[in-house]
């Protein structure tokens, strides 16, 4: 069992950055694939960037590339999310998630969620 519970959301303006931060509960935090995923009002639950159990921290969505940056520190069990020069269309409730073992795109893959935090970025 993984519990997981991200941080540091807030209301931002357009250009500027947040820095998330997500801690893991368990002693095998390092075996897991951690990903970031969002979810806007009415919309679907969309991937935005994931490190994989083996320490490859380069998946990432078309729409955060060269912005976001997703990192881990498996010392800390925790996974960040770095987002820079953000828009008013990453507007969400960010959600951490882990899975066991190799990474997967897709949010069913993922067995547990953290409760999630809101990013609002105003125009």
């Known amino acids: 069992q993984v519990q997981l519970l991200e941080s540091g959301g807030g209301l931002v303006q357009a250009g500027d950055s947040l820095r998330l931060s997500c801690a893991a509960s368990?002693?095998?935090?390092?075996?897991?694939?951690m990903g970031w995923f969002r979810q806007a009002p009415g919309k679907e639950r969309e991937f935005v960037a994931a490190?994989?159990?083996?320490?490859?921290?380069?998946y990432y969505a078309d729409s955060v590339k060269g912005r976001f940056t997703i990192s881990r520190d498996d010392a800390k069990n925790t996974v960040y999310l770095q987002m820079n020069s953000l828009k008013p269309e990453d507007t969400a409730v960010y959600y951490c998630?882990?899975?066991?073992?190799?990474?997967?795109?897709?949010?069913?893959?993922?067995?547990?969620w953290g409760q999630g935090t809101q990013v609002t970025v105003s125009s």
């Open positions: 998630a882990a899975r066991h073992g190799s990474y997967r795109y897709g949010a069913t893959a993922y067995d547990y």
């Open positions: 368990g002693r095998t935090f390092s075996s897991y694939t």
């Open positions: 490190c994989d159990w083996n320490g490859r921290c380069t």
